[in-house]
Every structure is written in C-alpha cells, then in structure tokens.
C-alpha cells in the first residue's frame, strides 16, 4: 500500500519538476521570436496573480466581485508614488525630511501595497457583509469605478495622482543591489531586462500559487468553501461568517496589490485608464474559464484569456496575409471576437469551467 500510495507523489513530483523547467527555459526560447513574446510571457505571470487573487474571493468564498481591478490600481499607485519623485514635489515637508528620496527595499515595498490594498479590501467587505449575489457584484463593481475616478480626479485641490496625465518616472525595482532596469551580465549568459521582470514576477506568482494551495486545505479554505455552498448553514455550524469574509476581501486584495507593484514597476508609468472595468470583467472571465475554486484552472483560464489573444494580436495579420491574401479582420476585433466565442463555448460545453472547482471534503 505504501509503494502504491508512493507512486502519484513521484509523478507529481517529476511534473513540477518538469514544468519548473519549462518555465525556466520559457523566456529564453520567446526571446528568439523577439522580446514582444517575453513581455506576454510576464504580462501572463501577473494576471495569473491577479486571478489566483479574484479565486480566494469568487472562488473560494462564493463573493461576486466585479470591481477587484481596484486593488491592482491601489497596489500600482502605492509603488508609484514611493518609487516616484511626484510626492516630493508636490510636498515640500516631505522633500525637506527625504531629500533624497525615499528608495525602499523590495522586502518592504512589496507588503506595504499588499498591506494597504488589503485595508481597501476590508473597507470594500464592511459595507456588503449581508449582500449576496447580484446585489454584491453591482455594489462591488461601483466600488471599483469609484477608485478608478478617484484616481482620476486627486489631482485638485492636492495633486495626489496627477489626474489623467498619471505618474511618470518610477523607479525600477532593485535586487541584491542590481536594477532591473538594466541587463545582468552573468559572464556564461546575459539577462535583458525583460527576463529580470519575468524571473521576479515567476517567483512572487510561485509564492502566491503556494499560499493559495495551502488556505484551499485550512480550516479558513473550508469555511470559505462552506459560506460559498451554503451562508446560512455555515452560519449555524458556527463559522463567523462575518470575519471570515473579510479575510478573504483582504487577502484576494492582498495578492492585486502585489501584481500593481509589479505592473507599475514594469511599466514605469501609471495612469487611471489601466485599471477600467473591462480589466475586472476579464478576470472573473478568466476565474470562470478555468473554474471557479480550482487554483489550476484559474492558472489555466488566466493564461489562455491573456496570453492568446496577446499571440493572435502579433500573428492574426501574418496568418490571414498567408492564408487569404489580405487581412480580413482587423486583430483587434479579432482578439474580442475569438474572447467572446470562447465565453459562450466554454458555457455551453463545460459551465463549470475547464477544471471542475473543488468541493470541501469531509
């Protein structure tokens, strides 16, 4: 029974081994295609974050949250403003106290937008604990319009956000002392910029898989599965429900903040039109696909949402020059169209998403 029971841990084993090499090698073998490929690559890590992140909440707790694009604007913001010198002029308290800047480490940048996103996370939860449903998701999606004109509009009577125009000049990120912002000359290989972001992105999207595996087996993963199938008898076995969802506000916000830290250090701008409505309709889309609940389908779902319609962006032209002798379809309309179809396929033909979400075990 015990050699048995020994032979699927082997195979997973080996498969994460064999996926941590894939995964390795990846940016290397986009990188011969052009760096457009490594930048998908590293775009796809951060909705990843940022679906595992809309899972904890939709997923697992059963909470229809159509406005979780807020907590990747208030990730994106917070780095923005510590790693820009945008609060320094527009404060001369703060110029005067740092004159230098305040150049945060990673180990503290990074908590700190998770920290305050999720702050926005329970201030989001407090107001619709009793709501359920429809009525969640219309408060939840007003919620998340509200930051986005907020950040539209703080740039009067304190310019906070600088309005529209956004935040420019943001500090790359640094490791061990190294900016990511320029290549890593190793002697044997060379590391563009692009490969730094995508390796950093992979081990926080790595650490943030891990930790959702573990709260999908604690006693917190099955009170948020008990409130998903059924609030009122969770209620009466005891769970404080209360609690319970708010902790799972706070931590699917958590994990926004962090991809914002990382998409506002990728890109070194930041502006209000980043984070529209359409961005949270396509991570529930992305949950959805996958399977709501399911860590690997939402892997999965977040990755075919994002990184093939970023593919057919680059290849729709070529394809349709090749196979029909003119394009017919503009890329774009391309992109939303093969979008949309695949939403009502995957409806039709697997509605619970392509992995069945996982149901609490006894």
Not at 148 to 162: E, G, K, S, V, W
Not at 190 to 213: G, M, R, W
Not at 294 to 304: D, H, P, S
Request: aromatic fraction near 10%.
């Amino acid at each position: 029974m015990t050699a048995l029971a020994s032979q699927p841990r082997h195979k997973a084993l080996w498969a994460v081994l064999l996926i941590g090499c894939v995964l390795l090698v990846l940016p290397f073998a986009a990188g011969l295609l052009g760096n457009a490929w490594v930048r998908i690559l590293a775009f796809a890590l951060l909705y990843v974050m940022l679906a595992l992140g809309l899972n904890i909440v939709v997923g697992y707790a059963g909470l229809l949250d159509l406005g979780y694009v807020a907590f990747y604007a208030v990730g994106a913001y917070v780095y923005a403003l510590l790693s820009s010198p945008h609060l320094l002029e527009q404060f001369p308290l703060l110029a005067a106290t740092f004159p230098q800047g305040f150049h945060l480490p990673i180990w503290i940048l990074i908590p700190l937008c998770a920290a305050c996103a999720a702050l926005f996370g329970v201030l989001l939860g407090f107001p619709v604990l009793r709501l359920r449903g429809d009525y969640l998701a219309i408060v939840t999606l007003g919620f998340g319009e509200i930051i986005r004109i907020f950040m539209n509009n703080l740039n009067a009577p304190i310019n906070l956000t600088n309005g529209p125009q956004g935040i420019t000049g943001i500090a790359p990120l640094e490791v061990m002392g190294h900016p990511l912002s320029q290549p890593l000359d190793m002697g044997i290989f060379k590391l563009s910029t692009l490969e730094l972001h995508y390796f950093l992105f992979l081990a926080l999207t790595l650490l943030v898989l891990l930790i959702s595996l573990r709260l999908q087996d604690s006693r917190i993963g099955r009170a948020w599965m008990a409130i998903r199938e059924d609030e009122t008898a969770a209620k009466a076995m005891g769970i404080p429900t209360r609690n319970v969802k708010l902790i799972a506000f706070a931590m699917g916000a958590s994990f926004g903040g962090v991809a914002g830290a990382m998409f506002s250090a990728f890109q070194g701008f930041v502006s209000p039109e980043s984070f529209g409505l359409m961005e949270s309709i396509v991570l529930v889309a992305m949950v959805v696909l996958g399977g709501m609940g399911n860590v690997w389908g939402v892997v999965l779902g977040a990755v075919l949402l994002y990184a093939i319609p970023e593919a057919l962006r680059h290849l729709a032209r070529p394809i349709q020059l090749q196979l029909l002798g003119e394009e017919w379809i503009a890329p774009e309309a391309l992109r939303m169209l093969l979008f949309g179809l695949s939403m009502v396929l995957i409806m039709l033909l697997r509605p619970r998403g392509i992995l069945s979400p996982r149901t609490p075990s006894p």
